[in-house]
């Protein structure tokens, strides 16, 4: 089992462009979270599918930020028009989703730095 | 929505000595409680849970103990290594209308133990 999948591992954008990450559940899980680390807010939640249907993305920035999980395997996280205060590692997590309680499963995270 | 707050944000313990993390949740309905270790550059994994059934839970040198009255949990390391140093995240998730598991997290505490 390769966990989850994300890429790309690190990128650098400048400012006002659009940066796309990608996430790969691990295969079976039906939960598909996305959170974003910075040392000062340390894990903040942005959004979560399950069975690919959006569950809630009371977390997601409303203006730049979109979400979407086109099939079970595959989830990805878009920031338009990118600003500096972006900049952060965004963490996606698969869980077998059944109920409360399941273990988050992260992956290793993509590194976003607006220049 | 949740709100987990969590201290100290930063802790520094001797080897071999105790060292214990205190979270506190505001949402009543909040039933799952999971403790997190992230080590650097890595994503973070589950080390120990403990769901609102129970009081206390042990797995070798971690003790997790849930106070629901006061909406407080706390994680104890006993004994603790060098390799215990790294960031902890204390979460809490609750099951709002059967199918949102998302976990709300604290905003971390960051361990050293010394030799």
């Known amino acids: 089992n390769a966990g989850v999948i994300q890429t790309p591992r690190h990128k650098v954008t400048g400012k006002g462009q659009e940066a796309t990450l990608w996430c790969e559940p691990i295969s079976g899980h039906s939960a598909v979270f996305w959170y974003r680390q910075t040392i000062v807010q340390g894990l903040e939640f942005l959004t979560y599918f399950r069975n690919q249907a959006p569950i809630d993305d009371s977390g997601m920035p409303k203006e730049r930020f979109s979400a979407q999980m086109p099939n079970q395997s595959h989830s990805t996280l878009k920031i338009q028009s990118t600003q500096p205060q972006d900049s952060a590692v965004y963490l996606c997590?698969?869980?077998?989703?059944?109920?409360?309680?399941?273990?988050?499963?992260f992956g290793e995270g993509s590194r976003l730095i607006v220049v | 929505g949740e709100q987990v707050e969590q201290l100290p944000s930063i802790l520094r313990v001797q080897e071999r000595s105790s060292a214990s993390i205190n979270c506190t949740y505001e949402?009543?309905?909040?039933?799952?409680f999971p403790w997190y270790k992230q080590e650097p550059g890595e994503n973070p994994k589950l080390i120990i849970d403990i769901r609102s059934n129970m009081e206390r839970k042990q797995i070798q040198g971690l003790i997790v103990l849930l106070d629901k009255k006061a909406k407080r949990f706390s994680l104890h390391i006993t004994d603790t290594q060098p390799a215990d140093s790294a960031m902890y995240f204390c979460a809490a998730s609750a099951d709002s209308g059967g199918s949102n598991y998302k976990l709300t997290f604290g905003k971390g505490t960051l361990l050293t133990v010394t030799p």
């Open positions: 997590a698969s869980s077998t989703g059944t109920d409360s309680g399941n273990t988050l499963y």
């Open positions: 949402n009543s309905a909040s039933n799952y």
